[in-house]
């Protein structure tokens, strides 16, 4: 067997040309499944949400969700679809566990939404991905593999399936192939599915939320040396964080380039990303739209969205993402290049939600921008997912303002919110932060700093004010960051220069 070349990303990136594309799966959030009227909530108990018809029992017919249909038409004009006048659902077969009927309802070749784009974003500069298509179809039921070390079917004892989720509303949105990002594709990648993400919240169709599966990405990579026709693609899976739709180009790529370089052949198939290595594996060899044998699906009368029924949704969709961006700049006083930063972060949507909460744009962007992204960054997750709302941030920063904490003290307290300690009041009362600024409180910690500094304090006799400095380090140590510096500051200077 040939040794493969392991190249860096750096080195890949100059010898061969990424394509990328991206086919993001969207469960709406309607209150009843695609074709039947079964509920949709999600963590149910397991198979409780289920009927005949989406367990496929014989005679059983499905029936359109009109509000499913609505919010497909609604996604595609957000993104720059034409919506097509006439359009029928199909019959896709494939056997897996997961679909009880052993095809899953979906749309082939007449989707309801074309030919569109959505702008984002990358380092500041502008880039255009072209949407192939929007369809709609059902989702699948998922299948738990137990008794095993890594979740998957290799070396699990058993499997279970949930057909709770079999049969909701599922929206599909698939790119274009995307060239000519070079070594910032990865980087254009995830900087696409925030961009989408945010549009389809703004909708109001889904919760988008990535960590419970109603937002699912997969991931198509592809590389070329420069001029020469595209390379053989591979599918990366139901990537399921941002950061992993990132790390999953840039690991293909790197995989990818080592395996040309070696004089080796790219295979296409699916692969599964892992969270823990970044690196991803071999799942299957891609189907193609033949093994899926399409056919109408006979049980359902084709679609035709009237034109006034599609300009009547056009007139109801919402300030878009980028254009409240650019409001919300304005609003904010944000530069470019700060506003830029909040949305590398992804923390748009959080600083605007602190600043509804009562916190000053400035004050938000601290807290999100610095200690909040630190501790992202350790943890390697989103900023979101820190279990810290916008309203305790806003909560916190009312503490600081008022003067019953210092920055210092509400390090610590978002410290213990992160970990579940509760609000910021709360623990400010349970561990005893709340800064003192009684002068009779402080007055013997002032004497015991300068008594223990005596030449500082001699300076500070002479007329060198700006030497106070040590001493308020002194008393701030002494009493565990609960001071309240400006006070202290005043008894020192009184008690020396008086």
């Known amino acids: 067997m040939s040794t493969v070349t392991q190249l860096s990303y750096e080195e890949a990136v100059a010898r061969f040309e990424p394509v990328i594309g991206l086919e993001t799966h969207v469960e709406l959030g309607t209150n009843t499944k695609m074709f039947c009227g079964c509920p949709t909530a999600f963590g149910a108990e397991p198979n409780t949400q289920v009927c005949p018809v989406c367990l496929g029992l014989p005679g059983a017919l499905p029936v359109a969700n009109r509000a499913a249909i609505e919010a497909t038409i609604r996604i595609g004009l957000a993104l720059n ?65 137990v008794g095993g070390a890594t979740g998957r079917i290799h070396g699990a004892t058993e499997s279970l399936v949930d057909y709770n989720r079999a049969g909701i509303p599922l929206v599909e949105i698939v790119t274009k192939p995307v060239p000519g990002t070079g070594a910032r594709a990865p980087e254009v990648a995830r900087a696409y599915v925030t961009e989408l993400r945010d549009v389809i919240r703004s909708l109001g169709v889904s919760d988008v939320r990535m960590e419970q599966g109603s937002l699912r990405c997969d991931v198509n990579t592809s590389l070329n040396r420069p001029g020469a026709d595209w390379g053989t693609r591979t599918e990366t899976k139901n990537v399921n964080s941002l950061r992993s739709v990132e790390r999953a180009v840039r690991s293909e790529i790197i995989r990818q380039s080592g395996v040309l370089e070696s004089g080796g052949t790219i295979t296409q198939e699916t692969r599964h990303f892992h969270e823990d290595t970044g690196e991803t594996t071999s799942g299957r060899s891609k189907e193609t739209a033949t093994d899926y044998r399409y056919f109408p699906e006979p ?46 972060a992804g923390a748009v949507e959080l600083i605007s939600a602190t600043v509804t909460a009562g916190a000053t744009p400035a004050a ?28 305790a941030v806003a909560e916190l920063q009312g503490l600081v303002d008022s003067g019953k904490i210092n920055d210092k003290l509400a390090r610590q307290v978002l410290e213990a919110v992160i970990a579940g300690e509760g609000t910021p009041t709360e623990i400010v009362a349970a561990r005893g932060l709340e800064v003192v600024s009684d002068e009779g409180a402080l007055t013997a910690a002032v004497d015991e700093a300068i008594a223990a500094n005596p030449d ?35 008894l020192i200077i009184a008690r020396l220069t008086s």
């Open 299 to 344: 049980d359902l009368v084709p679609l035709a969205p009237s034109a006034e029924w599609v300009e009547s949704l056009r007139s109801e969709l919402p300030e878009l993402p980028r254009v409240r961006r650019a409001r919300q700049q304005a609003e904010w006083g944000f530069s470019d290049l700060d506003m830029q930063s909040v949305v590398n």
């Open 81 to 145: 679809c034409s919506i097509a006048p006439w359009g029928r659902f199909a019959r896709k077969n494939y056997f897996y566990p997961d679909m009880p009927k052993n095809f899953q309802i979906s749309q082939y070749d007449e989707p309801l939404c074309i030919d569109g784009y959505l702008d984002i974003d990358v380092e500041g500069s502008p880039v255009r991905i072209g949407i192939e298509r929007v369809h709609l179809e059902e989702d699948t039921g998922k299948t738990l593999h």
């Open 456 to 490: 500082i304090a001699a300076k500070v006799r002479d007329g060198k004010v700006a030497a106070a400095g040590a001493l308020v380090g002194a008393v701030m140590k002494s009493t565990g960051g609960k001071a309240d510096a400006k006070t202290v500051r005043e």
């Open 364 to 391: 938000a962007r601290k807290w999100w921008l610095g200690e909040l992204a630190r501790k992202a960054n350790e943890t390697e997750t989103e900023l979101e997912s820190l279990g810290v709302t916008p309203a």
